[in-house]
């Protein structure tokens, strides 16, 4: 396994780390997550991530579960958890980014994950109910109760994050430490473009998600649809529509055509393509069977044959690099 710092932080995360969305608590049963968990354990990675709004909470009691039961050391691994969607009742105070939420959702995820405290917390979306400097100072009470370690966002425009590291400096507080963006072949112009300057001058760590964007990029629905996936859970019909559009599966075929090329697998070259990226810190893997993480997790084998020529190749089958204007004086 790699070890990269969590942006300008002195936190070493694994470059392939575990994530929780959709899996634990929810489409597989307890004893998979649990053999996920420690498959990933025993191959380096060391950050797992999670958030209050999954399974209702309970991918965190799963999650904090399983750690408790392999007694492993508290310093040898990084959890993560998310605040703004709440937990299983949701209410006006019970979501969102306000002193109030951060504060109730960060003691109830303690309690649910059975931890003293989180390595990572991270404001899940903006709340444009509550000033950013409201949320600010609520992350630093945690901070200073020892509750956090580092702080972070997700899914924030630059322009946020932005006012987020201003209103820190200017009160003398810690500022977001990270952001976990999605980041995929088909979904890049966040890291790639809009977290440039937040990359250069203020050294923001990434833990990326939807590396396979829900499993399109592992090629499974090219030619058919396998059926048993999370595109078939109830009440998933938006990500569904969202995740199988034809513009998406004509560029998986295409990207197909390369891996077989390179004679790799296309979820390792999906996730290859992502740790490819210096700007990124973590690739966050979701599975729902073994074998899929056992097979992602080769995928750091494979950035070595990600050669220029082939990385301009495949820009040319998905046509969304984003552009960046290079003025010359
Ligand atoms: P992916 O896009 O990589 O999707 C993972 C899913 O793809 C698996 O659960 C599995 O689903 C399928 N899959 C994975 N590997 C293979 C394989 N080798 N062959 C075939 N199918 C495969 O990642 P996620 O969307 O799960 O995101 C990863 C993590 O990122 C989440 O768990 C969560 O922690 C975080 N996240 C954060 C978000 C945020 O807003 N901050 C949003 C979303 C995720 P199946 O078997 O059902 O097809």
């Known amino acids: 396994m790699e070890y990269r710092r969590l942006g300008k932080s002195g936190l070493q995360v694994s470059a392939l780390s575990l994530g929780s969305w959709l899996t634990f608590g929810n489409q597989i049963p307890d004893d998979v997550a649990d053999e996920l968990m420690s498959i990933a354990y025993e191959k380096g990675i060391n950050f797992f991530d999670n958030a209050e709004g999954y399974a209702g909470g309970k991918s965190e009691e799963v999650m904090g579960r399983i750690l408790k039961s392999k007694?492993?050391?508290?310093?040898?691994?990084?959890?993560?958890?998310?605040?703004?969607?709440?937990?299983?009742?949701?209410?006006?105070?019970?979501?969102?980014?306000?002193?109030?939420?951060?504060?109730?959702?960060?003691?109830?995820?303690?309690?649910?994950?059975?931890?003293?405290?989180?390595?990572?917390?991270?404001?899940?979306?903006?709340?444009?109910?509550?000033?950013?400097?409201?949320?600010?100072?609520?992350?630093?009470?945690?901070?200073?109760?020892?509750?956090?370690?580092?702080?972070?966002?997700?899914?924030?425009?630059?322009?946020?994050?932005?006012?987020?590291?201003?209103?820190?400096?200017?009160?003398?507080?810690?500022?977001?430490?990270m952001e976990q963006p999605q980041y995929n072949m088909l979904e890049r112009t966040k890291i790639e473009k809009d977290y440039l300057l937040l990359f250069r001058?203020?050294?923001?760590?990434?833990?990326?998600?939807?590396?396979?964007?829900?499993?399109?990029?592992?090629?499974?629905?090219?030619?058919?649809?396998?059926?048993?996936t999370r595109l078939h859970m109830e009440g998933l019909d938006w990500l569904k529509n969202r995740t199988l559009a034809q513009e998406k599966l004509e560029a998986a075929r295409k990207v197909k055509e390369i891996a077989d090329e390179l004679g790799v697998s296309m979820p390792r070259l999906a996730v290859a393509w992502c740790l490819r990226n210096p700007n990124v810190s973590t690739v966050i893997l979701g599975a729902s069977k073994p074998y899929q993480l056992l097979e992602n997790l080769t995928a750091l084998d494979v950035v070595p044959l990600l050669t220029e020529d082939i990385m301009n190749r495949l820009d040319g089958v998905l046509k969304n690099k984003p552009f960046i204007p290079t003025y010359q004086p």
């Open 71 to 177: 007694g492993w050391d508290r310093e040898s691994y990084i959890v993560s958890s998310k605040v703004f969607f709440g937990a299983e009742a949701k209410g006006p105070n019970r979501t969102g980014l306000s002193r109030k939420h951060v504060i109730e959702a960060c003691n109830a995820a303690l309690r649910r994950f059975q931890l003293d405290y989180l390595d990572l917390y991270f404001c899940h979306r903006p709340d444009i109910n509550t000033p950013i400097e409201e949320t600010v100072w609520a992350m630093n009470t945690l901070l200073q109760q020892g509750k956090i370690l580092y702080w972070g966002t997700s899914e924030w425009t630059a322009a946020e994050i932005m006012e987020a590291i201003r209103v820190a400096r200017d009160y003398h507080l810690i500022g977001p430490t």
């Open 201 to 228: 001058e203020h050294g923001l760590g990434t833990t990326v998600w939807s590396p396979l964007h829900s499993g399109v990029l592992s090629g499974k629905y090219n030619d058919s649809d396998p059926g048993d």
